[in-house]
């Protein structure tokens, strides 16, 4: 993913190796003074990042690459994961509920 105009890093919000999917967020960064966030337009799995908090980019510099050809398997394993973890959450939610009022759900 190349920059298109200048700016600054400040922070990144994606890891090597990490799912990314359409309009999930990648960097915070400032352009001419304001903050926004760059958001993915492909899914796929973070190939590398070629920038650091604090950095500064210009046009055309290659912020970050995405393997997309990664991109359905990563989402299937990541929501999975996410699956079983929300899963243990309620779990011990539960289980930590001693009294559960009836027709609640936990």
Known sequence: ???TTSG???KVLVKKGEAVWP???LFNMTIQ???TRLVSRDEGKVKAIYVKEGD???ENDLL???DLSDGLKSLENNHENEVERKGKEILTKSAQNDEVEEGEIV
């Open 64 to 66: 970050l690459e995405i």
């Open 1 to 3: 993913m190349y920059a």
């Open 33 to 35: 003074k304001r903050g």
């Open 56 to 58: 500064y980019f210009k």
């Open 8 to 10: 600054r890093i400040l």
């Open 23 to 25: 309009q999930k967020s």
